[in-house]
């Protein structure tokens, strides 16, 4: 299995970015999808999941901003950004949850005020 995000930036306050991790191997059969992220000396933390059904969740601190999708035709989840505030500031990644494959490298997101 390997993950891949993509579509991080440096973006103003405000703002908004469409990440992308595309994925082999199809890890996300029968595992929920997620999106999670690691701020500069803190933990990598889940904010949004979707599971092999649709459903989604969301941390409280995105919930209303940030929307997780996935089109199993491309391989590919998103996570659709909006309102960013400096605190979204942070490396993303995709792995399913509980993460239980190979991280891949992260997409860097920057929010400027």
């Known amino acids: 299995v390997q993950l891949q995000a993509s579509g991080g930036g440096l973006v103003q306050a405000g703002g908004s970015l469409r990440l992308s991790c595309s994925y082999s191997?199809?890890?996300?059969?029968?595992?929920?999808a997620g999106w999670y992220r690691q701020a500069p000396g803190k933990t990598r933390d889940l904010v949004a999941r979707?599971?092999?059904?649709?459903?989604?969740n969301y941390a409280g601190s995105v919930k209303g901003r940030f929307t997780i999708s996935r089109d199993n035709a491309k391989s590919t989840v998103y996570l659709q950004m909006n309102s960013l505030d400096v605190e979204d500031t942070a490396v993303y990644y995709c792995n399913s949850v509980p993460a239980g494959f190979p991280w891949g490298e992260g997409t860097l997101v920057t929010v400027s005020s």
């Open positions: 191997g199809n890890p996300f059969s029968y595992h929920s």
């Open positions: 979707i599971t092999s059904g649709g459903d989604t």
